[in-house]
């Protein structure tokens, strides 16, 4: 009997999802109901399971998703998350530039007990 294939299989509506699965003996995402919050697969017996999560997991870019990636990087003269769904920005080093404050500052700290 061959290996059960491993790698994706990602089709997007549940038709060919269903085919998939049954034909591999896997579970299978419909990355067509994909959002930002949910991921939905077919299972071999034909049921259906969505996994549910309680923040933000991925977001659209265009056509595709990508997964939200917090990884600070500097892009602009500015500090941006890589992936994120809000437009978050931060200033490197500000604490250089007349008005501004920087964006943390361990000197305002109380001290540790």
Same mark, same amino acid.
């Given at each position: 009997?061959? $290996?059960?294939?491993?790698?994706? $299989? ?10 998939? $699965?049954? $034909?591999?003996?896997?579970? +299978? ?9 949910? =991921? ?15 923040? +933000? ?30 437009? +978050? ?23 540790? =007990?």
């Amino acid at each position: 009997m061959p $290996a059960a294939p491993t790698g994706p $299989a990602e089709p997007p509506d549940f038709v060919s999802a269903q085919l998939t $699965a049954r $034909a591999e003996k896997r579970s +299978i995402e419909v990355t067509g109901e994909r959002t930002e919050t949910t =991921s939905t697969f077919v299972n071999p017996d034909g049921t259906v399971t969505v996994d549910s999560y309680a923040g +933000i997991r991925r977001v659209r870019r265009g056509e595709t998703w990508e997964n939200v990636d917090s990884t600070l990087v500097q892009a602009d003269g500015k500090v941006v998350p890589k992936v994120a769904k809000a437009g +978050i920005v931060m200033s490197p080093r500000s604490s250089t530039v007349p008005g501004r404050s920087p964006l943390a500052d361990r000197r305002r700290c109380p001290p540790r =007990s």
